[in-house]
């Protein structure tokens, strides 16, 4: 008689894995902003700033930022897909405060907050007046900090949460 093996396991240990590593790089992305990129270019001249963020923000949008960004929103819906079947379980319940947190406070703030701010200061020409590059930057810099705050914090508990989920032991006879 040949044994079965059990699929499951390494569908939600791989997705959980998965979920783990990209949420963990964009928190880390956000938090490096926070405490590093967002103090250093606070010293800046406007002109300086609205070019660097200009040029940052167009760089960002590559492949391996995508895969991040977008992959710390799937897997942890897709670990939670695999772990229905053991919903009543504390790993699903971190799993699903993971998937609140980032979607809702990393992911959809990105989308709605911080997006439509770069694309409001990409309309700057680095060129224009000093007056204008100054009234860009009053209107962007503070609520695009604030709002990366908003996501780091938010990406930051829903990377805690989804290690959390990976260091509770499942039960073998359940699933």
Not at 18 to 34: D, Q, R
Not at 79 to 95: C, E, K, Q, T
Not at 133 to 160: K, M, Q
Request: glycine share 6%; charged share 15%; hydrophobic share 50%.
């Amino acid at each position: 008689m040949t044994r079965r093996l059990p699929i499951g396991r390494p569908i939600r240990d791989s997705t959980l894995a998965c979920a783990v590593l990209t949420t963990g790089l964009m928190a880390g992305v956000f938090y490096a902003y926070s405490v590093s990129v967002n103090l250093g270019l606070a010293e800046s001249p406007d002109a300086s700033y609205v070019a660097t963020m200009n040029e940052i923000n167009e760089k960002i949008q590559n492949p391996l930022f995508f895969l991040g960004f977008f992959g710390a929103a799937v897997f942890p819906v897709a670990a939670l897909v695999a772990h229905l079947p053991r919903r009543r379980s504390g790993r699903y319940r971190l799993i699903v405060l993971a998937c609140a947190l980032y979607v809702g406070g990393s992911f959809l703030v990105t989308a709605l907050a911080n997006v439509p701010l770069n694309d409001e200061l990409a309309r700057v020409a680095t060129e224009a007046p000093a007056s204008e590059l100054a009234r860009a930057r009053v209107a962007y810099e503070e609520p695009w900090n604030f709002w990366n705050n908003v996501r780091t914090l938010f990406s930051l508990g829903a990377f805690v949460a989804l290690i959390g989920a990976s260091l509770q032991r499942e039960d073998p006879k359940a699933g």
